[in-house]
């Protein structure tokens, strides 16, 4: 019998599909779980199963999930759940406490706004969070960690638990998945007719339009680019509806008309981002490692980015991009002028970020150290006993069924 993964994340739960599919290329029953579209997952042939939580602060809607998870565990039956974001990483241990052999792998890809933000809602919310992450940690088989910063965090904090610990850097990413998608989609000349930038200097970012993400620093430092180089356009890609209290406003977009063009959600980012020059990540989060960033990095673009966990793992300052504080638009804008002055630097630093995401976050490397991690799980002897009660197995051992 070949295990079962059950993966579980959000509403943007699609984007690793290329991850998934290389784990069925390894061996491994994949079913995925989330909050959005089941529709990629069935034209990839991956079974899918959708449930609902409230990414926002609601208790009541939070207890209604972990009943909702409980069910759909004990229906898949997997031998490995996987959860990623934050929701899910609380939600999903205790929603596993009472199925016995089923081991759970928290991926930290990212801490998010309860530990990034210095609000008086976040400190008050942050000691509960913690509690709630001990608590999870319980029944945490092993907890995988996207950048060094975030394993450190949570040693200091004693929320790994009695857990494995692993550090496995970034999703991956299918690098000629990407090269074919830039190549399919629309020609930059096609892009910049229809989106009207004509000759202009494009700054791009990839992200949902929230505070937490730093676009109102964007902002301001594109209102400062504008007045020294008024030709220089910026495209926001992403979501902002669906963002909640925490989204910047369409009145404060419209502030900036004509030289930001907010798009909202694209099919075809990796040719969007072919057509800019520099690309622009104010985050004040403690990310994962952003995808946005390693994609940003394989298109060649020059990056700016604030110095926060998962940032400073892809770009290295003043070598493969340029690093800035949180919050700081007058430093962000004069190192968006500075890339868009001195193109051959921006070129040589495109080129060394596209090397280190090729060498360091590609998919098959990642694929291969989620592989082993699995394996280290399933040979568990008292985890394979536990299993093969619940199954219902007279004999035999699921310890000795492994990925290949």
Known sequence: MTPRLLCIGGEDHHLRIPFLLALGHRGVRVTAAGTGDGTPFARAGIEYRSFRFDRFVNPL????????LACLIADVRPDLVQCFDTKPNLLVPLAARSSDGVAVIRTINGLGWIYSSGSALALTLRPVYLALQRLA??????TVFQNRDDQTFFERYAIIGKGLSRLIPGSGIDVGRFEQAASAGPSPADLRRSLGLKDSEIVITVTRLTRQKGIPALLEAAALIHEVRPT??????????????????????????????????????????????????????????????????????????????GCNDVVRDGWSGFLVP??????????????????????????????????????DLTVARYVAAYNELLDDPLRSQLQMARKGHDHGSLGKERFS
Not at 137 to 142: C, D, F, N, P
Not at 267 to 287: C, G, H, I, M
Not at 338 to 362: K, P
Request: proline letters at 8%; a positive charge.
């Open 326 to 363: 949180p919050h700081s638009p007058r430093l962000l804008a004069t190192k968006i002028i500075d890339l868009l002055d001195d193109r051959s630097t921006g070129r040589a630093m495109g080129r060394r970020a596209a090397e280190l995401v090729r060498q360091e976050f590609n998919l």
């Open 61 to 68: 809607a939070d207890l209604t999930a972990v009943r909702l």
């Open 232 to 309: 220089v356009r910026f495209l926001l890609v992403g979501p902002r509806e669906s963002e909640g209290p925490l989204a910047v406003t369409q009145a404060e977009l419209d502030r900036h008309a004509p030289y930001v063009i907010a798009t909202g959600m694209r099919s075809d980012v990796p040719s969007l981002l072919k057509t800019a020059d520099v690309f622009a990540f104010p985050t004040e989060y403690r990310e994962g490692v952003p995808r946005a960033l390693l994609e940003a990095a394989l298109a060649g673009l020059p990056i700016v980015a604030t110095n926060m966990p």
């Open 137 to 142: 940690a319980r029944r945490t088989a092993m």
